[in-house]
């Protein structure tokens, strides 16, 4: 065709081609969420700390491993407690002249999600440790440990954050391991890092995909307290339930724990956490931001119970949402 | 005939008990597993054993027929007939052994008897053995319904007996047919002996003895070359020196292509060369950053921590390997195909250096902690960017001019894909780094749409173009379908603009743009199907080239990927796949198949085929093909068990199994991927050491260039005085 041997003409069409379509599919919809779209009423911006702690979290290349969004289906319900919104990234924007925007959604998922990290594992101390090396608290884990974010120092200073870590992994090194402001502001970002309740009358989209055999659907048997332990617990506590002295306590042979006596300030602890001991790091009310149900409940204090030489009693379901009832009031009013 | 009868109504009654298995296999289906009845596929494997089943009854049936018309034949045919054929089969020896039976007829009768027991065993032999009636049906109770892996289990067992019901069948079947087949011949053996006994001696010598002549004749080798030496005068004669035991195949040589010019040799040689630099660091790189997932403590060293080396590796092997690798190849084929000089050579070296100057940059600000701000392949920020952007830029000029000033009327479709590509990229590359749509979701619409476009329409765009060039070239004859390839070209822009978004299936991104993009996905079945059909439809009638050649093996592997790995992407796409490989390793192994598969593979290719032509000199060919298949196999090993731990890594999250499983779960498959990257990782030092061959490698002195090249000084220091 005489049209095709013209270059100007076969490469001028083939380029309009392009570009009216990258318009339609890419720029078009790019801008409409650029300006339709504004952050939620209750997020609050990046503290000048987090703000820092961001661009550590950026410059390590976090984002290979950690995805920051809640799909809506099903499987992600465990990430967040509900799916993305646009608006959940409408407030970030270009990071720096050099730097692009980074809302930091990724494309893999080798580690955890951290869309919701700061309510699922806000304490400082246990993110410390684990970012000094995450196999101290995680023995699975292969994520990268990140010694160069701490210092060791002979004589810590008051102000110092001295982090817990056992000698295995101290190499040798004496003295005691500092973070440095990198490693507190790379925490400061984790904790932010919170899912913002939809404002009232916002619609919330659904979670898709629904798994068909519900946990409920076989009664007596309940959620298996195994897997919750494992899930929720199990990064402070270890899969041994001895803790790690000076930073998570242990419930193996823990009085809480075995004596039926304290079953209210058990529950108490799973569903509002627990700050009441200087020589540990603080709990996070697990329980109500994974939003344990009475049988979830039931199932991690009968496996805890049952677990590395524990002897307790056996609590059901039914016991259990009743001091849950009470201590969700006294949470409440305090 | 009588005897024939349970032969024929033992099949028929057998056939008739088959004909009940499905039937009674189906009734369990819809009885005891009414909750299997109702998946698509199990039906689908019920129709298959049914289909089977069909089959092996026709096949009983034509068995049967064929018995009863042998028999026929047998009884009514011409005896006479048939013996003459098996006279004109006899062989020489058995000739012989008729001969020698003749001429001591009436003394030494039992040579004959010798002679009908060769026969039997011939023919005993020829009935085959009774081994195949060892194979016992495996019966096997259906168990009870089991959970989700009970699925495949029951349908298991389901079908092992009726399999082995059907096995069995047919080899009983078989054996009779057999059986009876022996017996007959064994009676026309006797026969046939008996015939032979009472042949007429002048039969003898006329039928036999130049039957016997004939059997015995060969050639002397000589038929058609004769004695004397050939007389080559346009020489095409090409006579290989003795062969000796080669150890690796041999493969036809380089065409040697003299006019190209030096200088541009150098700047394609150059290119070819930083390339193959960047694939073995980059390659390095990845390798290390794949054992890492095992040795995760093995360094603590800020530079060389896994999130800042990953980008390293990816933009390596991107923008140095594959792109310097295409621009270089690119630079030959644009003049080429239009017939004249490249525009400016000089260009071409700004380029070069801007890519690599790009490259290096790039590579220390990310191990620095200098990157973009997390986009995947946009790691790079924008002024090292631009460095690439502005060797693009001059690299499209350059083109342009030449193409503007060919000789040819036409412009080769080559030059349509190369062009393009370097065009659409320029666009890609703005859209991905201009500011002005890039904050909240739109980072990430534009993220979808860069990733992908980056990937289709830069490398795969570019590399189609330069297949439609070599491939032709090395295979001698012309493309399959010149139509074929433009609508490729037309629906490629079509539907692979759209597909950007299915990176981001049930994010917060507009649905009706994830719909769109899973859409463009099935899309893509056009233009992958229509270059497949078109370079495959050009191997026709060539195939016999691929054995002797080490360019096509590399061209066809890749085309077998562009395939499988294009149609995999678009599986990839859809809503449900995404629920189950998405964010997996799954992904990881997919995008391995397609720049590896695909790309480099039709890149060494190419480069296997260029080199010679530009320098004269040539890799070993054992070291080329250690080359192919430690990439074949590595990439086979570090892929599939990739994909197979992505899937169950998937499946265990859709199951709600605690995180941390799903991490342990996959250590097997890791280290199947560190040693399938190995194997890759060693074929990428001997195609450097093949480079190394090609383009550095001394040559001994040629006696006689040599010779020729002293006697024309000599010629020019004394010239002949002028008469």
């Known amino acids: ?334 | 005939m009588q005897r024939l009868k349970p032969a024929i109504t033992v099949p028929f009654l057998l056939c008739i008990l088959m004909m009940m298995v499905p039937a009674a296999a189906q009734e369990a289906g819809k009885t005891g597993y009414s909750l299997l009845a109702t998946g698509p596929w199990w039906r689908g494997l019920m129709l298959a054993l049914a289909v089977a089943m069909l089959a092996v009854a026709a096949l009983m049936v034509l068995k049967v027929i064929e018995l009863r018309n042998s028999s026929n034949q047998r009884s009514g045919a011409d005896e006479k007939e048939r013996y003459q054929e098996h006279l004109r089969r006899l062989t020489s020896k058995q000739i012989d052994a008729v001969l020698q039976y003749k001429k001591k007829q009436g003394n030494h009768t039992g040579v004959m008897r010798l002679l009908i027991t060769c026969l039997i065993t011939a023919t005993l032999a020829l009935s085959g053995s009774h081994q195949l009636m060892a194979q016992a049906p495996v019966s096997s109770e259906p168990s009870s319904l089991l959970g989700e892996g009970g699925i495949i289990i029951t349908i298991i067992l389901v079908s092992i007996p009726v399999l082995a019901t059907l096995i069995l069948l047919t080899v009983r079947l078989s054996n009779m047919a057999k059986r009876y087949r022996r017996r007959a011949q064994l009676i026309e053996a006797a026969a046939f002996a008996d015939y032979l006994k009472s042949l007429p001696d002048e039969v003898v010598e006329n039928v036999l003895k130049k039957r016997k002549a004939a059997l015995d004749y060969s050639l002397s080798q000589q038929e058609l070359s004769g004695t004397q030496q050939p007389d080559d005068a346009r020489g095409l004669l090409q006579i290989k020196g003795e062969p000796g035991l080669p150890v690796v195949a041999a493969k036809k040589k380089a065409l040697p292509r003299p006019h190209i010019d030096p200088r541009l040799s150098r700047l394609v040689l150059w290119y070819l060369g930083t390339a193959t630099w960047w694939l073995l660091f980059g390659t390095t790189v990845g390798e290390y950053v794949g054992i890492k997932f095992l040795a995760p403590d093995a360094d603590h060293l800020p530079w060389l921590s896994f999130g800042r080396l990953r980008p390293v590796h990816t933009n390596a092997v991107f923008w140095g390997w594959a792109s310097l690798a295409m621009l270089g190849l690119g630079y030959y084929i644009v003049p080429r195909v239009s017939n004249v000089k490249l525009a400016s050579i000089r260009m071409g070296w700004y380029a070069l250096y801007c890519i690599n100057a790009s490259v290096v940059i790039g590579t220390i600000c990310l191990m620095a902690g200098i990157n973009n701000g997390g986009g995947e392949y946009r790691e790079y920020t924008w002024p090292v960017m631009l460095l690439f952007g502005i060797g693009l830029a001059l690299t499209l000029i350059n083109y342009w001019k030449t193409i503007a000033a060919r000789a040819t009327k036409q412009i080769y479709i080559s030059n349509w894909y190369i062009v393009s590509a370097v065009i659409f990229t320029i666009v890609i590359a703005l859209a991905a780094y201009l500011p002005y749509w890039q904050n909240g979701l739109g980072e990430t619409i534009i993220q979808g749409y860069y990733m992908h476009q980056g990937v289709g329409m830069w490398f795969m765009l570019f590399t189609l173009g330069i297949v439609y060039y070599f491939l032709p070239q090395q295979l001698n004859k012309p493309i399959y379908s010149y139509s074929l390839g433009i609508l490729a070209f037309w629906t490629q822009i079509l539907f692979y603009t759209l597909i950007g978004s299915h990176h981001f299936v049930f994010s917060s991104i507009p649905w009706w743009l994830q719909t769109v993009a899973i859409v463009g996905s099935m899309g893509m079945a056009i233009p992958v199907i229509a270059g497949t059909t078109n370079f495959l439809m050009t191997f026709k009638g060539a195939w016999y080239k691929v054995r002797d050649s080490y360019t096509l093996p590399f061209f066809l592997v890749g085309i077998i990927f562009y395939f499988t790995g294009s149609m995999q992407g678009s599986a990839e796409a859809f809503r449900f796949t995404n629920l189950v490989w998405h964010f997996t390793d799954f992904t990881v192994a997919h995008s391995h198949l397609t720049m590896y598969g695909i790309i480099s593979f039709l890149l060494w290719a190419c480069t296997y085929a260029v080199v010679p032509r530009l320098t004269g000199r040539e890799a070993p060919h054992w070291s080329i093909g250690a080359h192919f298949w430690m990439a074949l196999v590595g990439l086979l090993f570090y892929s599939v068990p990739l994909m197979i731990g992505g899937t169950l890594k998937g499946l265990a999250w859709m199951q709600g199994k605690p995180f941390i499983e799903s991490v342990e779960l996959m250590g097997p498959y890791w280290l199947w991927r560190a040693i399938g990257g190995s194997l890759m990782w060693l074929s990428h030092i001997f195609f450097a050491y093949n480079m190394y061959k090609m383009i550095a490698r001394k040559e001994a002195i040629d006696v006689r260039e040599t010779a020729i090249l002293q006697l024309q000084k000599a010629a020019t220091l004394h010239p002949e005085p002028i008469a």
């Open chain 1, 1 to 334: 065709m005489k049209f095709f041997d013209n270059h100007k003409m076969l490469f001028t069409v083939a380029t309009l081609f392009f570009v009216v379509l990258t318009i339609l599919v890419a720029i078009i919809p790019a801008v409409n969420n650029q300006n339709r779209n504004r952050p939620l009423p209750g997020a609050e911006p990046l503290s000048a700390e987090a703000a820092k702690g961001k661009a550590v979290f950026i410059a390590n290349g976090c984002v290979a491993c950690h995805t920051q969004q809640v799909r809506n289906v099903d499987m992600d319900k465990i990430w967040g407690s509900r799916p993305g919104v646009p608006a959940d990234y409408a407030g970030i924007t270009r990071t720096s002249i050099w730097q692009n925007t980074a809302t930091l959604m990724g494309t893999e998922r080798t580690g955890p999600d951290l869309t919701d990290i700061g309510n699922r594992q806000p304490s400082r101390d246990w993110n410390l440790v684990h970012l000094y090396n995450p196999r101290i608290v995680v023995e699975a884990s292969v994520m990268p440990a990140y010694p160069w974010l701490f210092t060791i120092k002979d004589t810590p200073d008051e102000n110092d954050v001295v982090v817990n870590v056992p000698p295995d992994y101290m190499k040798g090194k004496k003295g005691k391991v500092v973070a440095t402001s990198d490693a507190l502001n790379l925490v400061a970002y984790l904790q932010s890092l919170k899912q913002v309740q939809l404002p009232d009358g916002m619609p919330e989209p659904a979670f898709l995909y629904k798994r068909e055999i519900e946990q409920s659907t076989t009664p007596g048997k309940g959620p298996d307290g195994a897997a919750l332990y494992i899930a929720n617990c199990q990064s402070c506590h270890q899969a041994n339930g001895e803790g790690l002295p000076g930073a998570f306590p242990p419930l193996k042979g823990s009085k809480v724990v075995n004596d039926d006596a304290n079953l209210e300030l058990y529950v108490d602890i799973i569903m509002n956490g627990y700050d009441a001991r200087p020589e540990y790091g603080a709990m996070a009310p697990i329980g109500t931001i994974m939003n344990f149900s009475e049988q979830d409940v039931a199932a991690i204090i009968n496996h805890e119970r049952s677990s590395w030489g524990n002897n307790g009693k056996k609590v059901t379901p039914e016991e259990i949402k009743k001091i849950m009832d009470f201590v969700k009031l006294k949470a409440a009013t305090q």
